[in-house]
């Protein structure tokens, strides 16, 4: 919001650069987030002996593919600002916009789990049976209202 008022002097540009690399740090740091919930779905499904078959949408490879993705995603998360590093091109403005996102994301996150005092659920402890059963529960209800309509 605040390198918005950049643009009303001569180094917009800058401001542009900084605001769209701030948002594909935060993009993938999200898509990060997303790949390890469901890497940590299936692995809990098979521990708690679960079959795939239950989820609506489902197939073989999504596991691979996740952690394909996933590495992907953090490959490019720190490889986004490389130029950086390179000899005579170091900018403190591409450095702090390129990575700024990982502390951040990392410091609230720690924060959390600090004031909340909550911990990582072990994946034999997370709730499944009862989000499956409420979640087939919901799609029979919806069923029922279309059919009916």
Request: aromatic share 14%; hydrophobic share 50%.
């Amino acid at each position: 919001m605040f390198l918005s008022f950049m643009s009303l002097s001569s180094g917009a540009l800058t401001a542009f650069y900084w605001l769209l690399s701030l948002t594909a740090a935060g993009v993938l740091v999200s898509w990060i987030a997303i790949l390890l919930n469901h890497i940590r779905l299936r692995l809990a499904m098979r521990q708690q002996g679960i079959p795939v078959s239950r989820l609506p949408w489902h197939n073989s490879w999504t596991l691979y593919a996740s952690y394909w993705a996933l590495g992907m995603c953090i490959i490019i998360l720190l490889t986004a600002g490389f130029e950086v590093f390179t000899t005579g091109n170091w900018s403190p403005e591409s450095f702090v916009s390129s990575y700024l996102d990982i502390p951040l994301m990392a410091t609230a996150y720690l924060i959390w789990k600090f004031v909340k005092k909550t911990k990582i659920a072990k994946l034999s402890e997370i709730p499944l049976l009862g989000a499956f059963e409420q979640a087939e529960e919901a799609e029979r209800k919806n069923t029922i209202d279309v059919v009916e309509a």
